[in-house]
Each structure stands twice: as structure tokens, then as C-alpha cells.
């Protein structure tokens, strides 16, 4: 078989390795920025902890980080204490760093069970990551997996939230089926559906913020709560024929 494999939160714990960094990171720039009064400023800097969890909470149980953004910083009601002009420019500040490129020294985690997956399946199948990001830094991601990087037959990094051309070239380029052919990630709309629509199977990740979707709502063929799962849904897919 032919494995597609997404990056963030499907084989790096990106979002448990990067929200806590972006969250003080902008926390730290809205006690720091001198636009907000000065009650409200002690008083947020006396609590700042307390804010970080709250919004670091938020984070983790938002579809994204700009959502959560958003409610937090209405949440303060920081129009309140500066200009509407000072408040948009605090929030746009936030998002920016929110998704800036994380520092070199930052370690990044595999899920767990990444490893002994990859292992498993590079011998008698075709691996491929796809996966949407800034190239330096999905390499800095991947240079954190434990396994050999040489493990995948090919390695792909895009702007593009939509992978439905990226999958197209795999399945030619590699020659095979679309139903030879499985699709690992934790984002139904962005990894799942563009494999869906061209017949491929697809499992869906729940790690990150692939957890917080009900099962019912993700019309995958599969489901996993760990990344073993996969191994016995390749195997139960032997009867597929490798290449078409």
C-alpha cells in the first residue's frame, strides 16, 4: 500500500509542543506593549498565569488559534482601556506571533507511537508525508522524528490547505489505485476529504485538535485514538493488490 501521512498531529504532538510557547508569547506582548491603562495593566500582570491557562484552555479547545484569539481578547474587553485602533492592533499583533515560525531551539515531540509505526510498515510499503506549513519549519518538525527521514519515498511541504493536486501526483508518480492507497491526519477538510473525493481511504487521527470533533461528524473510514491502530489497518488491507 501507498501511506500518506499529514505532520502536525498526526506524527508530531505539534499542538502540546507549540501552544503553551505561542500563548505566553503573546500574553507577554499585550503585559509588555505600554498601550493598555495603567490599572488594567497591574492588574492583568498580577494575574498573568491565571490568563495564560485560561487562554491556553481556550487554545486547545478551539478549532484554531485566531478563534480563540478572538474571544480571549474580547473576553479582557480591551476596548475598555485603549483605543478601538490600539485594541485591533493588539489582536492582529497576537495573531502574528500566534503563527510566526517557532524558535530554532524548540523541541518538538513525536505522537506517540510514531517511531514503532514507521518502522513497521517502511519495508513493505510506499510512506509519504504531505503537509501544509512553512518549509523550514516542517523540516525543523521532521528532523524531530525518531526515525530516519529516508523512511518516506517522498516528502512534500505546501502552502495549500487544499492537497487535492499534491495527492493526484502521488498516485501517479507512485502508480497506484486510489483504493491501495490510505490517508493519515487529524484534519477532515485538509487531509481527509481532498483523499476522499479521489477514492482513497482515509483514517482520521484524533490527536490535537482532531480529538475535539465527535466521531460522527468525520466521514472517514477509519478512526484511531493511537497511532498502532494504523499498522492493523494496513495489514487487514492485504487483500488490496500493491499496485495497479
Same mark, same amino acid.
Given at each position: 500500500?501507498?501511506?500518506?501521512? %499529514?505532520?502536525?498531529?498526526?506524527?508530531?504532538?505539534?499542538? @502540546?509542543?507549540?501552544?503553551?510557547?505561542?500563548?505566553?508569547?503573546?500574553?507577554?506582548?499585550?503585559?509588555?506593549?505600554?498601550?493598555?491603562?495603567?490599572?488594567?495593566?497591574?492588574?492583568?500582570?498580577?494575574?498573568?498565569?491565571?490568563?495564560?491557562?485560561?487562554?491556553?484552555? +481556550?487554545?486547545?479547545?478551539?478549532?484554531?488559534?485566531?478563534?480563540?484569539?478572538?474571544?480571549?481578547?474580547?473576553?479582557?474587553?480591551?476596548?475598555?482601556?485603549? $483605543?478601538?485602533?490600539?485594541?485591533?492592533? +493588539?489582536?492582529?499583533?497576537?495573531?502574528?506571533?500566534?503563527?510566526?515560525?517557532?524558535?530554532?531551539?524548540?523541541?518538538?515531540?513525536?505522537?506517540?507511537?510514531?517511531?514503532?509505526?514507521?518502522?513497521?510498515?517502511?519495508?513493505?510499503?510506499? +510512506?509519504?508525508?504531505?503537509?501544509?506549513?512553512? @518549509?523550514?519549519?516542517?523540516?525543523?518538525?521532521? $528532523?524531530?522524528?525518531?526515525?530516519?527521514?529516508?523512511?518516506?519515498?517522498?516528502?512534500?511541504?505546501?502552502?495549500?490547505?487544499?492537497?487535492?493536486?499534491?495527492?493526484?501526483?502521488?498516485?501517479?508518480?507512485?502508480?497506484?489505485?486510489?483504493?491501495?492507497?490510505?490517508?493519515?491526519? %487529524?484534519?477532515?477538510?485538509? %487531509?481527509?476529504?481532498?483523499?476522499?473525493?479521489?477514492?482513497?481511504?482515509?483514517?482520521?487521527?484524533?490527536?490535537?485538535?482532531?480529538?475535539?470533533?465527535?466521531?460522527?461528524?468525520?466521514? @472517514?473510514?477509519?478512526?484511531?485514538?493511537?497511532?498502532?491502530?494504523?499498522?492493523?489497518?494496513?495489514?487487514?488491507?492485504?487483500?488490496?493488490?500493491?499496485?495497479?
Amino acid at each position: 500500500m501507498l501511506v500518506i501521512f %499529514d505532520l502536525d498531529d498526526t506524527l508530531i504532538d505539534t499542538s @502540546s509542543t507549540l501552544i503553551p510557547h505561542k500563548i505566553k508569547a503573546c500574553l507577554d506582548e499585550i503585559n509588555d506593549s505600554g498601550l493598555i491603562h495603567n490599572d488594567f495593566q497591574n492588574e492583568f500582570s498580577k494575574n498573568i498565569n491565571v490568563h495564560n491557562q485560561e487562554l491556553l484552555d +481556550l487554545c486547545m479547545n478551539s478549532s484554531d488559534g485566531s478563534t480563540a484569539l478572538n474571544y480571549y481578547l474580547a473576553k479582557l474587553n480591551l476596548k475598555n482601556h485603549l $483605543s478601538n485602533k490600539g485594541a485591533n492592533y +493588539l489582536l492582529d499583533k497576537c495573531k502574528k506571533i500566534y503563527y510566526s515560525s517557532p524558535p530554532k531551539n524548540i523541541k518538538f515531540k513525536e505522537i506517540e507511537g510514531a517511531k514503532s509505526l514507521i518502522e513497521s510498515l517502511k519495508d513493505n510499503h510506499d +510512506l509519504v508525508i504531505v503537509t501544509k506549513g512553512n @518549509s523550514e519549519t516542517q523540516l525543523q518538525k521532521i $528532523s524531530h522524528l525518531k526515525s530516519n527521514p529516508g523512511c518516506f519515498k517522498k516528502i512534500i511541504i505546501t502552502n495549500e490547505y487544499d492537497k487535492t493536486d499534491h495527492y493526484k501526483k502521488i498516485m501517479k508518480e507512485f502508480n497506484y489505485k486510489p483504493g491501495n492507497i490510505l490517508v493519515c491526519g %487529524d484534519k477532515f477538510n485538509t %487531509d481527509l476529504l481532498p483523499a476522499k473525493n479521489l477514492g482513497m481511504k482515509t483514517v482520521h487521527a484524533r490527536f490535537g485538535r482532531g480529538k475535539l470533533i465527535p466521531k460522527e461528524f468525520i466521514n @472517514s473510514d477509519y478512526s484511531v485514538e493511537k497511532l498502532s491502530e494504523i499498522k492493523d489497518i494496513v495489514n487487514n488491507s492485504q487483500n488490496l493488490s500493491k499496485k495497479g
